[in-house]
């Protein structure tokens, strides 16, 4: 079974511009989030989507949305980049929600000069 | 008090011994656990995960729970040298999300 794929791995913008990333759970999960990951917060949580509906939200700013879709596919969008925005944005499906096993992508590296 | 919190390390053991990693974790109704490990540059990759009914062992990994202590630990035995990583313990938190550690890394010496 195929696991979760992100699209692009790497990704450089400029502040001010706006970011979308993909990410495409393994068959059959139903439950994808999406974390940020810094050298010096850790892995933090940013939300979280089953059957494209958003069921939690971490204490990010309102720059930061996704969405899911029908085939649990998900997309996030970072709007109005900061500099602070330069992390490794990882995507993890479970089955059904967090109390299951996550699996994380590979991750999209995002470099904001 | 941070929910999840993990010595940061460095650990470093000598192939072929015990390594120990400890995570505590502040919410006392916690029923799951998670290890995950990471290697540099690399995303975190599912090791272990146990449940609040009891301690877990599978092949050189050994997952136990302390639920009066509220701390989980993760033993390596017969560590090798590919086992040098972070290892980061997850809990699902009070608000319905997955809290991480900021992990320990772990470097084990030829």
């Known amino acids: 079974k195929a696991g979760v794929t992100q699209t692009p791995r790497y990704l450089i913008k400029t502040r001010g511009q706006q970011v979308t990333l993909s990410c495409s759970p393994i068959s059959g999960h139903r439950s994808v989030s999406w974390y940020q990951q810094t050298p010096g917060q850790g892995l933090q949580f940013l939300f979280e989507?089953?059957?494209?509906?958003?069921?939690n939200k971490g204490n990010f700013p309102g720059r930061f949305s996704g969405r899911q879709f029908s085939n649990s596919r998900s997309e996030m969008n970072v709007s109005t980049l900061e500099l602070g925005d330069s992390a490794l944005y990882l995507c993890?499906?479970?089955?059904?929600?967090?109390?299951?096993?996550?699996?994380f992508g590979p991750g999209t590296r995002l470099t904001v000069l | 008090q941070k929910e999840v919190e993990q010595n940061s390390g460095p650990l470093s053991v000598p192939e072929g011994a015990i390594a120990s990693l400890n995570c505590t974790y502040s919410d006392r109704g916690s029923q799951s656990f998670f290890w995950y490990r990471q290697y540099s540059g690399k995303s975190p990759e599912l090791i272990m995960f146990?449940?609040?009914?009891g301690d877990k062992e599978d092949g050189r990994f050994t997952a136990q729970l302390n639920k009066a202590s509220q701390y989980v630990s993760l033993l390596i035995r017969d560590s090798q040298p590919s086992d040098s990583a972070t290892y980061l313990c997850?809990?699902?938190?009070?608000?319905?999300?997955?809290?991480f550690g900021s992990g320990t890394q772990l470097t084990v010496l030829p």
């Open positions: 146990i449940y609040s009914n």
């Open positions: 997850a809990v699902p938190g009070s608000a319905r999300q997955l809290t």
């Open positions: 989507y089953f059957s494209e509906t958003q069921r």
């Open positions: 993890a499906s479970s089955l059904k929600d967090l109390y299951n096993e996550q699996f």
